[in-house]
């Protein structure tokens, strides 16, 4: 009998060990391919491609990523009530270097008589404020090359009237000296435009941007970044200062 009993105790430490292993085994981790983020900048100019499109801004935003595919969602609110509100949703895809998106900018068009609304996308209604515009891009390392193009939407005309596509090309080159990482853009639009305010091929962004990550007390840190623009097209300049959280 003392055999039987002892057989039976061995056989279920034997077989306990077993099933804890098989539910460890059968047990599936979280997809680690599917990412989130959230955002919030503040900063002292909205500066967009050259033209400025508010004055300090809180500018919020957040992501939701899976191999390669992201969604985002990303808006610019000035303390000024004359400059418009803007919300625009992104849908992009990158493998290695290449990225193609599309983006549905939005605006709420302060200032006119005509409101806009935001489920309003008729192509001639007074009511749409939308801009829909697809992006392909190339980071080659030490330079990245970005390409955009307004294919719908409230766009611009070019001299004869026509819609104009409006397009708009930028240069990166970023790299890293003296404690800070730096970025230099250059930004052109190929041709004729009311969209970006010019009659024929015009440069209208050149910029230089240092960042660095600000601690505060050894446990509170954020990315900081100043930035000298200047508008070639319109002889403008600016000096911009951000934070990120």
């Given at each position: 009998m003392k055999k039987?009993?002892?057989?039976?105790?061995?056989?279920?430490?034997?077989?306990?060990?077993?099933?804890?292993?098989?539910?460890i085994t059968v047990a599936s981790e979280p997809d680690k391919s599917l990412e989130a983020s959230v955002s919030?900048?503040?900063?002292?100019?909205?500066?967009?491609?050259?033209?400025?499109?508010?004055?300090f801004s809180v500018q919020p935003g957040?992501?939701?990523?899976?191999?390669?595919?992201?969604?985002?969602?990303?808006?610019?609110?000035?303390?000024?009530d004359k400059w418009n509100r803007e919300?625009?949703?992104?849908?992009?895809?990158?493998?290695?270097?290449?990225?193609?998106?599309?983006?549905d900018y939005w605006f709420s068009r302060t200032g006119d008589e005509v409101d806009a609304r935001y489920f309003s996308y008729a192509a001639h209604s007074e009511y749409n404020s939308h801009v829909w515009?697809?992006?392909?891009?190339?980071?080659?390392?030490?330079?990245?090359?970005?390409?955009?193009?307004?294919?719908?939407?409230q766009d611009g005309v070019d001299h004869k009237g026509n819609r104009a596509y409006s397009s708009f090309v930028e240069l990166g080159v970023p790299f890293t000296g003296l404690g800070?990482?730096?970025q230099l853009i250059a930004g052109a639009t190929p041709y004729c435009t009311s969209f970006y305010e010019a009659n024929s091929f015009a440069v209208t962004e050149v910029s230089i941007r240092a960042s660095k990550t600000v601690n505060i007390?050894?446990?509170?840190?954020?990315?900081?970044?100043?930035?000298?623009?200047?508008?070639?097209?319109?002889?403008k300049a600016f000096l911009i200062a951000g934070i990120s959280f």
């Amino acid at each position: 009998m003392k055999k039987i009993v002892f057989g039976l105790i061995t056989g279920a430490a034997m077989v306990a060990p077993a099933a804890a292993k098989a539910d460890i085994t059968v047990a599936s981790e979280p997809d680690k391919s599917l990412e989130a983020s959230v955002s919030a900048d503040l900063v002292t100019t909205y500066l967009w491609r050259g033209q400025q499109l508010g004055g300090f801004s809180v500018q919020p935003g957040f992501s939701v990523g899976w191999r390669g595919l992201s969604l985002s969602a990303w808006g610019s609110t000035s303390i000024e009530d004359k400059w418009n509100r803007e919300v625009d949703l992104t849908l992009s895809y990158t493998v290695g270097g290449f990225t193609a998106g599309i983006t549905d900018y939005w605006f709420s068009r302060t200032g006119d008589e005509v409101d806009a609304r935001y489920f309003s996308y008729a192509a001639h209604s007074e009511y749409n404020s939308h801009v829909w515009e697809a992006h392909l891009g190339y980071d080659f390392g030490p330079l990245v090359l970005d390409w955009y193009t307004n294919i719908g939407g409230q766009d611009g005309v070019d001299h004869k009237g026509n819609r104009a596509y409006s397009s708009f090309v930028e240069l990166g080159v970023p790299f890293t000296g003296l404690g800070l990482d730096w970025q230099l853009i250059a930004g052109a639009t190929p041709y004729c435009t009311s969209f970006y305010e010019a009659n024929s091929f015009a440069v209208t962004e050149v910029s230089i941007r240092a960042s660095k990550t600000v601690n505060i007390l050894d446990r509170v840190s954020f990315p900081a970044w100043v930035q000298l623009a200047v508008n070639p097209r319109s002889s403008k300049a600016f000096l911009i200062a951000g934070i990120s959280f």
